[in-house]
C-alpha cells in the first residue's frame, strides 16, 4: 500500500524492484545474492504489490511474463555488475602490476647505467695505463740501451761499468714492473 499510495500504479512496483536488486549487487560480492534477492522480491513485488494484495498471483494476464520479466533482468543486472567488478578488480591488479614492471625497469635501468659507467672507467684506466706504461718505457729502454753500448766501450773504467750495470739493471727491473702492470690491467 505504501508504495502504491506514492507512485500511483503498480507498474512502478517493478522499477523499485530492479532499483533494489540492483543495489544488492553493487554492494555485495558476486552475483548469488543479487540472484537471491531477485526470486525474493520476485516473489514479494508479486505477494505485496500486485493485485489481488497479499496473495501470490501468477492467474491475471500478463502478471508471469511481468514476474519471469522482472526475474530475468534482474538477474542479468547481477551478472552484469559482477562482471564489473570483476574487471575493476582485474584493472586494479594490472595496475599494479604495470607499477612493478616500471619499477622494475627503472631500477634495472639504473643498474645498466652504473656499469656501462664503470666500464667506461676501466677503459680509461686502461687507456691511462697504456699510455703512461709507453712513457715509461720508451726512456727506461733508451737508458738500458745506452748503459749497455757504454759497459762494452773500451773508453770505460771499471768503477763506472760497475755504476752502469746498476743503472742498466735498475732500468730493466723498471721495464718489468711496467710490463707487469700492464698485464694485471688486461686481465682485469
Do not use: W
Not at 138 to 159: D, K, R
Amino acid at each position: 500500500d505504501i508504495l502504491l499510495n506514492h507512485t500511483g500504479v503498480e507498474n512502478n512496483s517493478a522499477l523499485v524492484f530492479t532499483l533494489a536488486v540492483a543495489l544488492v549487487s553493487f554492494l555485495t560480492t558476486g552475483y548469488v545474492y543479487g540472484v537471491i534477492a531477485s526470486v525474493v522480491g520476485a516473489f514479494f513485488t508479486n505477494y505485496y504489490f500486485m493485485a489481488p494484495y497479499a496473495v501470490f498471483s501468477l492467474s491475471r494476464v500478463g502478471y508471469p511474463v511481468a514476474t519471469l520479466s522482472m526475474l530475468l533482468i534482474s538477474i542479468m543486472v547481477c551478472a552484469l555488475t559482477s562482471r564489473v567488478k570483476r574487471q575493476k578488480e582485474e584493472a586494479i591488479r594490472r595496475e599494479q602490476n604495470t607499477k612493478r614492471l616500471y619499477e622494475l625497469n627503472e631500477k634495472l635501468s639504473e643498474e645498466k647505467t652504473a656499469i656501462q659507467l664503470q666500464s667506461e672507467r676501466e677503459r680509461i684506466r686502461g687507456n691511462i695505463l697504456r699510455a703512461v706504461s709507453h712513457d715509461l718505457r720508451t726512456p727506461l729502454t733508451t737508458i738500458s740501451g745506452s748503459a749497455s753500448v757504454l759497459m762494452s766501450s773500451p773508453e770505460v773504467n771499471e768503477q763506472n761499468i760497475s755504476m752502469l750495470e746498476d743503472i742498466k739493471n735498475e732500468a730493466d727491473a723498471m721495464i718489468q714492473m711496467v710490463e707487469n702492470l700492464l698485464s694485471v690491467t688486461r686481465i682485469q
